[in-house]
């Protein structure tokens, strides 16, 4: 009883046998890193992002650490982010010594604030003590950011932009691929995002050949003509040519689901009106989320307990991106923040939990998740 919060296993049964093939090809070839399957899922996917260049890598978080070592962050220089997502968005910022600037977000689309945005640059350039370097914007959920607002403002102060896509690889942002916005854009394929594997694996998008040729080399500790000739530091950072092969079968599908996924959120949008006090989300017009988590609001913390209750009693999961804030996070109590500094990264945390979605869902699934928080107590 009860459903599913993901459920991989309808996927796998439509492409097992692609599965099953690509990666007998694997074994036979033994290549096992960096075999022809790289180079083919990097063409594939850097086409169906109307970019120049992808770099296959072994996690989202490889593609952020990538990235950021690209563009030479280091200590002293402080790097815009939104408070309100996963761990490794500012984790891999603090790891290489920079500082993380959290930036509130808006209350509807949960991605970061462009107002807000400018007040922290300012104040970064006012304080003088670190060097405003670049800005990550986060497509949360698989929602887009506000790319038309965000972009210009980070060019305009000589800043970067990364485009953590980790929730929104296949989204579009008024018809462009969101990882074709920022200098660079990084995804990652854990089996849970839209576009999965079946272990760790990510990417990273770029048009600049120079940002490139970088990141094929961090990718493989910094390695300059040869292996045995490293140019500067990087990581062990390849994708594996097992996992690309699952990507390569799980691609063929791709598109349609996204379309399922849209279907799928659609229709919640419809029956969720028939729930009192609950904010469903919302995609901006003209933009195509994938919908990574589908995320709902209620009231106030105390009615999010009673709604999740009676999920929880039917065997519905319904768990919650994100509880605390990164500013509150114990990680990062050396930066000094404090509880109601961005109060609407903290509003959200206390009142958003999230609902089954997967591009299988079926209606009667999704009736029984209606209905249950439609409920009279
Ligand atoms: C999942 C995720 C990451 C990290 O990806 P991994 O592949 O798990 O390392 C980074 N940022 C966001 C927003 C994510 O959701």
Redesign the pocket.
Known sequence: MGIPFIDLKAQYRRIQDEVKSGIDAVLEHGAYIMGPEIRDIESTLAEFCSVKHAVGCA????A?TMALLSLGVGPGDAVFTTPF??M??AETVALLGATPVFVDIDPVTYNIDPADLRRKISMVHDEQKLTPRGVIA?D?FGVPADYDRIEPMAKNNGLFLIV?A??SFGATYKGRPVCSFGDVACT???PA?PLGCYG?G?MVFTDDDTLNELLLSVRVHGQGKDKYDNERLGITGRLDSMQAAVLKAKFTIFPEEIELRNKVADRYARELAAVPDLVAPSVPDDCVGVWAQYCVMARDSRHRAELQAKLQAEGIPSPIYYPIPLHLQTAYASLGYQKGDLPVSENVAERIFALPMYPYLSNEHQDLVVSTLAKED
């Open positions: 996690s989202g978080t490889d952020l997502t996963f490794a968005t986060v949360i953590d980790a929730q990652s394929f854990f995002k760790d990510g």
